[in-house]
Structures are given as structure tokens and as C-alpha cells.
């Protein structure tokens, strides 16, 4: 190791040759490996070291989360004297060996006997004290300016945090206000006519969905049943609902014909429609005097009917398409008997493509099992039946698509 003389040390270098002689050769000298603790922060003693050889650190707050290192020292420095010229002799910081070391140990003893020989010296030693603290000062300057700039940072997120769940909670709440304003729209009771009971129940896979169902009356004994499903979710499909639905209620009454009011519902939506959405629709006119069921089907699953002894009734299907995309659309239409006893049952697709863990579907079978068990018991409660087995089959998968289910029961009599 090349060890430093005392006199290129800035220090001593104004001393006699004499007196640097004398203090090199009655100093004690010690050697440090790398990864040493000299001095420890709060620490109480009366002696400094003048590093001669190698490099040490300097550490505040040694071994707590708050730890800092303050600077590195290389030969020539002086390490601890600041302890010899407080009231309790305390070190201000820690100091740890980077390299091994070659040290000479002063007491405070030996220092003061120093500086009553050279007195000079004192210059010295306050000058290199005034440089040590402004260095300090400007490490603690930076370190606040870094600090306060991570508040700065961490309070802006805060911030913007902040406003996300402000914006977050107030799309909530106008999604809130969305679905009841949705469920507004749908019919606040069902209709009333001998020989016949009613059930429906609509329930979105969001806060808004685009399936709706409605029931207007068509003249005496006669009932328009409606029950739509439109493309995508959320409040552009619950907007696009509440426009188709607004015209199919309005077309309905103009004319006896379903296919007329669909072909008069597309071309208004070909004409207001921008976002390419669609929707698919199954309307009805039941003559509640004799159960016949006049209707046309827009790319809807097909109505579902059991006769009175519950067995499943073939309803006929052609093509059709959904209106709101094309001009002069295939539109399927039937006609088909509720008999006495029968069932009728009106869904969109939410109900038979729900699927389980597997990726089946809960499909037309489980459907009918479903209808066919239940078909003694309320129309609401079928409805409601074919609700629960829907959300049973899923085994807790979250619901995908909307579900709507309208039940007509016609009586015996």
C-alpha cells in the first residue's frame, strides 16, 4: 500500500518538516479492511483520524430505512475531528471503509497540544471545517430539492387518483340514473286479459343493457308483444334500444302487418343509424279470443310454445335479418296457435347461449326442461324460474349478455 505523507496533506503541509516527522512517527497508525465501521453516528470519544491511504464513506443514519450517504472521502481527509470541537464529543455521521486503510489516530490531547505550538493551524482547520458544512448544506439541499420533488410527483398522482375516482363515481351514478330511466321505459304491470296470464322480466348483464321487451294493445282482444336485443352493451346499446323502441311502438299501431312495422323500423334506423349497430326483434299481435299469434321475427330466437299437456309445439322459422344494417331485409314471418293450456314463451339469446365453466351452452334442451317443469306454476314464476337455472348453470360465472324472458299462459277454458 502507498502510504500518504502528512506533508501533502493541505492541512500540515505549513508545518516545520520537524514537527511532521515528530507526528508521524508518535501518532499511532492503523490498518482498516474494506467494510469497516470507524465511526458510528451518536458515538462519544475523544480522537480523529487523518486517512493517509484508500477511501471511506460517510453515512447518515446508518442501517435505518433513512440511510443516506453524505460523500466519499479519499486520503489526505481528516474523518471525525468535528467530535473534538462540540460540548459532547458526538459524531454527526457514521463512517464506513470502502477500501482497506491506512489511518493515523489524534486525541484530542495530542490536538490541542498542536495547536498551541502552531497556532496557524486553527485557520486551517476552520477553513476546512466551512468547506465540510457548505458541502453538507449543499448535499442536504439536494437531497430536500429531491425529496420535494417526489412529494411533488407522489401529490399530482394523489391528485389525479382523486380524480379518477371522482369521474369514476360519477359515471356510476349516471349509470345508476341510466338503468332506472331504462327500466322506466319498460311496462310498469303486465296486461289483463281473460284466459290468459303474463310474466316477464328483463335483467342487463352492466348497469344499462340493450334487450326490452313491451306490450301495447291493438284494439279489442288484441295484444302487440314486442321483445328486442341490441347489438352490444352499455349505454350506446341502452340508446339504441330506447330508439327502437320508441319506433316500434309508434310503427305498431299504423298497421296490422309486423313485417310493415319492421320494414318502417329499419328504414328509419338505416337513416339514424352511424355507429353500424343493430338490433334483432320478435313482434307479436296475440288475438286473445281464439290464441292465435300473427308474427315476425328479425334475426330473433324463435318463440318457444308447449301445448297444454306440455309438450314442444313446432313453431316454423325462414331466414331474417336484424334491422338497422341493410335496405329490403329478409323478414321472417309465421303464424301459430297458443292452445288452450299452452305455453308461449319469448326470449332473446341471453337465455339459451349462456354458458358454463366448459363453454357450453345452456341451449334449447335445458331451455324446454326448464319451461316444461315449470309450466304449472305462475306465468312471473316461470320467468323467474328460467332465471335461476340460467344463473345456476354459469356456476358463478359472471353474466355475459342480458337476459329477457316474456311468458303468456293461456287457460284450459
Known amino acids: 500500500m502507498q502510504i500518504q505523507s502528512l506533508a501533502s496533506i493541505p492541512l500540515f503541509s505549513s508545518l516545520p518538516a520537524d514537527e511532521i516527522d515528530d507526528l508521524e512517527m508518535t501518532l499511532p497508525s492503523l490498518e482498516f479492511a474494506a467494510g469497516n ?10 480522537k480523529f483520524f487523518i486517512l493517509l491511504e484508500g477511501q471511506v464513506e460517510i453515512v447518515k443514519s446508518l442501517g435505518s430505512d433513512d440511510e443516506r450517504i453524505l460523500g466519499v472521502r479519499e486520503a ?12 459532547n464529543g458526538c459524531h ?121 321487451y313491451t306490450f301495447f294493445k291493438m284494439g279489442k282482444n288484441r295484444l302487440g308483444i314486442v321483445v328486442g336485443d341490441v347489438s352490444d352493451k352499455g349505454v350506446p346499446a341502452a340508446l339504441f334500444m330506447a330508439l327502437t323502441y320508441s319506433l316500434i311502438r309508434a310503427e305498431a299501431i299504423r298497421t296490422d302487418s309486423p313485417v310493415q312495422a319492421f320494414r318502417k323500423v329499419n328504414h328509419h ?43 314442444v309445439m313446432e313453431v316454423p322459422v325462414a331466414p331474417g335479418q336484424p334491422l338497422g344494417l341493410f335496405n329490403d331485409l329478409p323478414i321472417d314471418e309465421q303464424r301459430i296457435q297458443v292452445p288452450p293450456g299452452g305455453t308461449l314463451l319469448l326470449y332473446s339469446d341471453g337465455v339459451n347461449e349462456t354458458v358454463d365453466y366448459r363453454g357450453v351452452e345452456f341451449g334449447i334442451n335445458s331451455l324446454a326442461r326448464t319451461l316444461t317443469t315449470s309450466r304449472t306454476r305462475p306465468a312471473q314464476e316461470i320467468c323467474e324460474q328460467l332465471w335461476q337455472d340460467v344463473q345456476a348453470y354459469g356456476e358463478g360465472i359472471p353474466q355475459q349478455d342480458d337476459f329477457t324472458a316474456v311468458v303468456v299462459k293461456r287457460s284450459m277454458s
Not at 465501521?37 to 475523544?46: A, F, K, R, V
Not at 489526505?76 to 460540548?87: A, D
Not at 334506423?269 to 300473427?294: A, E, W
Request: hydrophobic share 40%; glycine share 6%; net charge negative.
Open 37 to 46: 465501521i470507524l465511526l458510528q453516528e451518536g458515538d462519544s470519544d475523544n
Open 76 to 87: 489526505g481527509n481528516l474523518l471525525g475531528e468535528m467530535s473534538l470541537f462540540s460540548m
Open 92 to 212: 454527526t455521521a457514521s463512517v464506513r471503509s470502502l477500501t482497506p486503510l491506512w489511518l493515523l489516530k489524534v486525541t484530542r490531547t495530542e490536538m490541542d497540544a498542536l495547536l498551541l505550538r502552531h497556532p496557524q493551524l486553527s485557520y486551517e482547520i476552520i477553513r476546512l471545517f466551512s468547506n465540510r458544512l457548505e458541502e453538507s448544506e449543499n448535499i442536504t439541499i439536494l437531497d430536500l430539492k429531491e425529496k420535494n420533488l417526489r412529494l411533488q410527483l407522489a401529490y399530482e398522482e394523489l391528485q389525479a387518483a382523486q380524480e379518477q375516482i371522482i369521474e369514476k363515481e360519477r359515471l356510476e351514478k349516471e349509470l345508476e340514473i341510466s338503468g332506472q330511466i331504462q327500466q322506466s321505459i319498460l311496462p310498469e304491470s303486465l296486461p289483463s286479459y281473460p284466459g290468459y296470464k303474463f310474466g316477464a322480466l328483463m335483467i342487463p348483464a352492466r348497469s344499462v343493457g340493450g334487450d326490452f
Open 269 to 311: 334506423l338505416m337513416q339514424m343509424n352511424s355507429s353500424n349497430m343493430f338490433v334483432t326483434l320478435v313482434y307479436g299481435i296475440l288475438d286473445c279470443s281464439n290464441g292465435d299469434f300473427h308474427f315476425a321475427r328479425a334475426a330473433h330466437p324463435s318463440p318457444f310454445l308447449l301445448d297444454g299437456d306440455g309438450r
